[in-house]
């Protein structure tokens, strides 16, 4: 399985490197099969770090929650974090806070509509992070009303936050008798996955300007449509495939830790390196913070079925009135 996941991620990570590094001038069919590919990418190399992540957490004796929030969680946002930098660098600000956005709604879409169903236990443990969330998401909404550009100390004070979250958050204990280890850590396989999700990202971010500027589309709507659908593949991945190991803890650590990292620290970081513009998609920040508070309701009651469809009336609600209004 190593020999074969290694062999598919360089023939991958050769088709992205030539096509966006080397070659940076190619036909439209090519970007459109690029995106297609790092769609694939992503997938394939999130279900090995999922595996890889579980065995980090479970031989350094990390609680499922903090397993779940860190380490699956960096797994997951890797890809967007490297979209996000290459973006943001090379000044397309609205791809970049595209790809932030559309990852996050897309996510908090599909796990609030699941995880009534999947999980019938109240999850109020994790109704801190869903206040920091929405704390984050307040902030952003702040600097983007106030800030046209971005300044440093703006993005300065995401990353702090985050650091503040991590070490109010710093727990460590023993791992449940019911979880499931695996059998041990491949590193071979865990910097295969990250380089190939690195190189996937980068590459998209090319492939992502090749079909907005074919089609017309504004930079924030090729980000939040196209590397934000694409981003969120692995924090729907692990989500999913995290569900059948009945670890509710690590499964519920993947919706907070992968929105607080992009929420965070990742925004933050985006914001120092380059430029960012959040003004651009002032609409998707409210839907945010819309989503976070329905998360934060269901976390205060336990029969949650009847609310399933928030999420998606949210959304339906938020585009009806970008529409008419």
Known sequence: MTRRFIAV???????????????????????????????YALYMSGDVFLDQAL????????????????????????????VVLASSARGYGGISFGTIQGSNIITMVI?????????????????????FMLGMTALTLVFALAFTHQPWYAGASLVAAYAAYVLANRKRGPVPASRESPAGISYASLAVSLFLLAVTSEA???????????????SFFSGFVVTGIAGSLPEIVMFVLSIPRSDHDSTMGI????????????????????????????????LMILLILIFLLLSFVRQRKAYTLLPAMAVVAVIIWQLFF
């Open 55 to 82: 065995a980090v957490g479970s031989r350094i004796g990390l609680s499922s929650k903090a397993t779940g929030t860190y380490f699956i969680s960096f797994g997951a946002v890797i890809d967007e974090f490297a």
């Open 9 to 39: 991620s360089a023939a991958l990570s050769a088709f992205f490197i030539y096509f966006s590094i080397i070659v940076r001038t190619f036909p439209i069919w090519i970007s459109a099969a690029g995106i297609a590919l790092g769609i």
């Open 111 to 131: 796990f609030l509509a699941a995880l009534p169903i999947a999980f019938r236990q109240n999850f109020r443990k994790f109704r801190a992070d869903g206040f």
């Open 255 to 286: 919706v907070s830790g992968t929105v607080i990292y992009k929420a965070s620290l990742i925004l933050g970081i985006a914001i120092l390196f380059g430029d960012v513009v959040l003004v651009s998609g002032l609409w998707s920040i409210y």
């Open 204 to 218: 998209i971010v090319e492939y992502t300007m090749n079909v907005a500027v074919s089609a017309h589309i504004s």
